[in-house]
């Protein structure tokens, strides 16, 4: 039971720690699209890096916030329904919605493993000091490589994965016995 404990710990501590970091991936990519349009607007001198920069940054935030969302139990739920039954209830209906939810966790890592890795074996004929680097690239000017961004969507998904499993444990626990985990 104390190995149990610290896994859950682990996850939970994960979570909230890649979730405050997002909050400054956030913050990067608000400067950079602020930067871009003044330098558009004010100074009719676009950037060819900046809405491409911003919508990476948001595309990391997006994936891998998903697991400090589910921590709160910030993802969407019919409350309706859910709402008006008890806790020992709703650790029912959290235990049976949890079997579509890790199906849809794994067939969603698997396919962002696939589009990854496609991503990342990719030959886009780059070369650094006259090396060739394996990787697909963006087809603007700036050229920044994709595949970091595509394995943000595996760790978000692993990351959703993992404290989808605390949430199970404690959801059984609840149901079993009527109380919280501790």
């Known amino acids: 039971m104390k190995g149990l404990r610290k896994f859950m710990l682990a996850v939970n501590k994960t979570n909230i720690f890649v979730g405050k970091m997002m909050v400054w991936v956030t913050l990067m990519a608000v400067a950079i699209i602020t ?10 001198m676009p950037t060819n890096w900046g809405h ?3 919508t990476l940054l948001f595309a990391i935030y ?3 916030a998903a697991g400090y969302a589910h921590y709160y139990r910030a993802h969407v739920r019919v409350d309706v329904f859910y709402s008006t039954r008890s806790p020992r209830t709703r650790a029912y209906l959290d235990i049976i919605s949890s079997l579509f939810f890790f199906l849809f966790n794994i067939l969603f890592i698997y396919s962002c493993w696939n589009f990854y890795w496609a991503s990342q074996t990719y030959n886009a004929g780059a070369k650094i000091f006259g090396i060739e680097i394996l990787g697909e690239l963006s087809f603007t000017d700036w050229q920044p490589p994709y595949y970091p961004v ?8 692993v990351l959703l ?8 444990i404690r959801d059984i626990h609840f ?7 501790e």
């Open 161 to 168: 994965f993992f404290q989808g499993i605390v949430w199970l």
């Open 52 to 54: 491409e920069a911003m």
């Open 150 to 157: 595509k394995f943000m969507m595996v760790l978000g998904g």
């Open 35 to 44: 930067f871009e349009v003044v330098m558009r607007y004010l100074f009719n």
């Open 175 to 181: 149901a079993v016995k009527g109380r919280e985990f």
């Open 62 to 64: 997006y994936c891998v």
